[in-house]
């Protein structure tokens, strides 16, 4: 399995669907029926058919999946939106990232017409930054999906307060984990890689001393504040 045309897709940035890895079926996708009823593009087993001026997946079906290569540019948690039809009331998907959700179940808009395509979305767990493999699953029947777009969501909203006067300490960390320079600090949160809380505190003092050796992210949220900070375990 590999990435189409030999590069991965880059986060933030826009996963064309069509765009699925090379490496067949079983591997880089599932799909129920052994053709391309959109004779299309690719001479696989995805059903891909002609769209304005490029091309979309369409005839859906519960349980398949297709898998990306994609390159992660950045941590943190991204804003995801997906431009997709269907004429029922059921279709839906999720996202999924080495084999673990990163979205919640998502249903495609009832349009009414197959080429009258809308944008849904929301927002992942948070991601780490690197090669990862992508997975687009089909969890009820019968819509058609064009892209999907990821970016970053802005983890420094703030007022007056930047993520750059903010520090952990120490990096890397043992038993503890100090936050410094946030004023109207709410809740410190200590997250493994891939999205589950770890290790939580109302002050600015984390204790840490069952927590696993590794790579974790540090999000502080604040009254007017909220963002992501990297730290390793020791």
Known sequence: QGPYNGVAQTLPGTVEVEHFDVGGAGYAFYDTDEKNNGEA????????????????????????????????????????????STDNDNASFHLELDDEAITDVTKATNTGDWD????????????????????LAIDESYFDIDWIKFSLKDQTASAGISASNVVISPNPATN????????????????SEDGKVVASSTSSELS??????????????GSTTSFIKKVIVK
Request: hydrophobic residues 45%.
């Open 41 to 84: 593009l690719r001479d696989e087993w995805v059903d891909i058919k002609p769209f304005k001026d490029g091309y979309k997946l369409g005839w859906t079906v519960k349980g398949e999946w297709l898998e990306y290569t994609v390159d992660i540019k950045k941590d943190g948690i991204y804003l995801w939106s997906a431009l997709v």
């Open 116 to 135: 009258d395509m809308v944008e849904v979305g929301g927002e992942t767990v948070m991601l780490t930054a690197g090669k990862h493999i992508l997975k």
């Open 176 to 191: 503890h984990i100090s936050v410094n320079g946030v004023d109207d600090l709410v809740l410190v949160d200590l997250v």
């Open 208 to 221: 840490i001393p069952s927590v696993n050796a590794g790579v974790y992210m540090v999000r502080v949220t």
